[in-house]
């Protein structure tokens, strides 16, 4: 769909510092990444973090406080702390689970070049709903009949599938709705080969540096 291929650290560049943090996506940005993937999950005094495991110590991650966390020396970044990234990086927020999307939508509907994704599609229809003008994707496992038409309904304009189901057929299909392919987590150079001839939109994956390497040698003069 288009002449840029987009490579986005996965939780930033956790093969460098710790998934979801601030140094993790600036370590991404300096090596020529585009953006990154991030996960968002709300806290039960309403505070958004950037945190992918449902758990937390064993105790279920929505049941801590930001306070309780400190309690505990368990240190994590919050959404709000991402604004510093809008404009300067493209950003791909997976919100694990719906019905806060009004928290979401209060942080983050003015940023630029922003992805809402999520596993839980009836945030993405509830978003859609809403008419926010927001860019929506789904971030699918597997392989979906009529995958095309089920995202357009959703009103996703992104589909981030696991990369071992992603094949030349479905990037075809997403395609011919205006949809752009983003698949998680490939890392390796075969893999990258595989679903750039494919006609992906580009990757996500956990060794952004070794992708953007890769593909400034497969694309000599060109950029991400």
Known sequence: MSDRFLILGH???????????????????????????????????????????????????????????????????????????????????????????????????????????????SLIAEINRRKTGLALGLTISGYLVDLASYAQKLGATWVYPNYHYVDRAMVDELHAANIRVVPWTPNRERDWDRLREAGCDGIITDFPAGAVSWFSGVTPGKST
């Open 11 to 121: 939780r930033g560049s956790p093969t460098q510092f710790r998934e979801n943090t601030l140094p993790s996506f600036e370590a991404a940005l300096r090596a020529g990444a585009n953006g990154f993937e991030t996960d968002l999950r709300l806290l039960s005094d309403n505070t958004a973090i950037l945190y992918h495991d449902d758990e937390i110590d064993d105790r279920d991650c929505e049941s801590y406080t930001m306070a309780s966390l400190a309690e505990q020396k368990i240190v994590v970044n919050q959404l709000r702390e991402l604004e510093q990234f809008a404009g300067r990086a493209h950003m791909c927020l997976e919100v694990k689970r719906s019905k806060w999307e009004d928290v979401v939508l209060e942080h983050v509907s003015k940023w630029p070049d922003i992805v809402i994704a999520s596993f839980d599609h």
